[in-house]
């Protein structure tokens, strides 16, 4: 099966550094199989969706508001991203979680809004140190499915690819065995499964992604893809990480 590659720049990158990365970029593109997704900064976006011409590379936001519209000073609303050309966003990273307060309840209205617009949806979720250190990642992970997908209906559900982000192994350089990150999302696809009786969920593994690890990570039969930090920054480096998810 075809792989997923999300790459998620976070808070970096001018439209400059942007403009040089997307030339970089399709001077390496090839005939990709696999699906690919870029989630730049806003101020980035609008570069991606007019120079990025193949159609098997779509455009993805990092957060949205779950409002379409009115006084939300600093927020964006699905239908905005929307209407300009992006096609994915995600929601309940745990930088959003940690930085900005964001709530398994919010999480969920702002999952509901986008998919009212349009927008599919890479759902994060992930326990932390401490969390994993007290072995009770699996409750923590169900519970943050449960809580924010409390209001979403079956048929929603294809709209939606979950990322299990270990807090713990996001920006450090060492991600997580590659068995223990096909354990986890086993267990989200199981969920999903029991719960929603819907087993096309698509999970995706982040946290430390790099082309020296890819291979290990996209040989799990759970891995259905990535979702790539830092290492999504380099195109070369980027573009590696897709060469590897297509020799699998
Ligand atoms: P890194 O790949 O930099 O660890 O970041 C992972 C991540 O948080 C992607 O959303």
Not at 83 to 101: A, D, K, M, T
Not at 118 to 134: P, Y
């Amino acid at each position: 099966m075809n792989k997923l590659i999300v790459a998620n720049f976070k808070m970096n990158q001018t439209p400059i550094e942007t403009d040089e990365y997307i030339s970089k970029f399709l001077s390496l593109e090839k005939n990709f199989k696999s699906g690919i997704i870029i989630c730049p900064p806003f101020t980035s976006m609008y570069l991606f969706t007019k120079k990025l011409k193949n159609p098997k590379i779509k455009i993805g936001a990092q957060n949205c508001y779950f409002k379409d519209c009115g006084a939300y000073t600093g927020e964006i609303s699905p239908k905005m991203l929307k209407s300009s050309g992006v096609q994915y966003v995600i929601l309940g990273h745990s930088e959003r979680r940690i930085y900005f307060n964001e709530s398994n309840t919010l999480i969920g209205e702002k999952i509901k809004a986008a998919l009212a617009n349009g927008l599919s949806v890479i759902f994060c979720v992930g326990e932390n140190e401490n969390e994993r250190t007290k072995n009770i990642q699996n409750d923590v992970i169900t519970n943050q499915i449960k809580k924010s997908l409390q209001n979403i209906e079956k048929i929603d559900l294809k709209n939606i690819i979950i990322a299990y982000e270990p807090v713990w192994a996001i920006g450090t350089g060492t991600a997580i065995f590659p068995s223990e990150a096909d354990k986890m999302c086993k267990l989200i696809k199981d969920f999903i499964n029991k719960n929603y009786n819907y087993s096309q969920t698509k999970v995706l593994y982040g946290g430390s992604v790099k082309s020296g690890n890819a291979k290990n990570l996209f040989e799990m039969p759970n891995i259905d893809g990535a979702l790539i930090g830092g290492a999504s920054l380099d195109a070369k480096e980027f573009v590696k990480i897709i060469d590897i998810a297509e020799n699998i």
